[in-house]
C-alpha cells in the first residue's frame, strides 16, 4: 500500500535532524530566520514543535 510507505532513508536529513535536536534540548534561546531575512527568537511552543519534528525525521530517516 502506497500510502503507508515511509519515504527512502536519507543519512543527510538524519544528521541534520540530530544536530537540530541538540541544539534545540540544550536549552537557552534558539534563534531563526524570518521571511524577510530578520533574525527571531524561537518561542518556547516554536522550539518544542521543533524538537518534535526533528524526532520524527531522525525516526524516518535514521537507522538507529
Excluded at 544528521?15 to 524570518?34: I, N
Aim: charged letters at 25%; aromatic letters at 4%; hydrophobic letters at 35%.
Amino acid at each position: 500500500d502506497k500510502l503507508n510507505a515511509l519515504p527512502e532513508k536519507d543519512p543527510a536529513l538524519c544528521t541534520r535532524a540530530k544536530t537540530s535536536l541538540e541544539v534545540l534540548s540544550a536549552g537557552g534561546r534558539v534563534r531563526g530566520s524570518a521571511a524577510d531575512g530578520s533574525v527571531t527568537y524561537l518561542t518556547p511552543d516554536e522550539i518544542t514543535e521543533q524538537i518534535t519534528f526533528a524526532e520524527q525525521t531522525i525516526a524516518v530517516h535514521c537507522d538507529e
